[in-house]
């Protein structure tokens, strides 16, 4: 089946850095999403990508839709404390009988103020 | 708007009792629905999904199973719970035909003793 690579695994890095994580998958994917896990919470969307070489920001992240759809990165510009978290990587063939997303294991990050 | 609700939040349970987990959600109609397991603040593993009423798919063979008596309700039970069965439970819905974000609950913190 399809398997994600999401690296790194965890950072630590100190408020004002910019942070990168990426995904990578064995096979192609029509849409990437991530999603922001804050501690005892559930998963947030944070962005979906739909389109193969899309880049799209939300305030301070960017993410963007590898040309060949089978990677995607995430970076966040000049990270505060709030951004601790796990962030996790999703992608998945949307349409038809697919209803599933395949998950990364998430990036765990740690911001030292 | 839509909103996906859990209960309990939490909830210790001694090993070999039965369990009974809520999901439900409000403002949408036909939803795809999910049950996720995180262990230890990591990944998360795909239980069960259901596209409609009655209709369940079993992701990982295990003790746990789930029903859809209702269009919007989900619920994860058991029989008799294991050690290996705490965790932190995630609902999720999408919308119905394949579409792409899922959209996950508050999460229920299990521990078993």
Known sequence: GQQLNQSPQSMFIQEGEDVSMNCTSSSIFNTWLWYKQDPGEGPVLLIALYKAGELTSNGRLTAQFGITRKDSFLNISASIPSDVGIYFCAGTNSGGSNYKLTFGKGTLLTVNP | ?113
């Open chain 2, 1 to 113: 708007s839509q909103t996906i609700h859990q209960w309990p939040a939490t909830l210790v349970q001694p090993v070999g009792s039965p369990l009974s987990l809520e999901c439900t959600v409000e403002g949408t109609s036909n939803p795809n629905l999910y049950w996720y397991r995180q262990a230890a603040g990591r990944g998360l593993q795909l239980l069960f999904y259901s596209v409609g009423i009655g209709q369940i798919s079993s992701e990982v063979p295990q003790n746990l199973s789930a029903s859809r008596p209702q269009d919007r309700q989900f619920i994860l039970s058991s029989k008799k719970l294991l050690l290996s069965d705490s965790g932190f439970y995630l609902c999720a819905w999408m919308h119905a035909g394949g579409a792409d974000t899922q959209y996950f609950g508050p999460g229920t913190r299990l521990t078993v003793l």
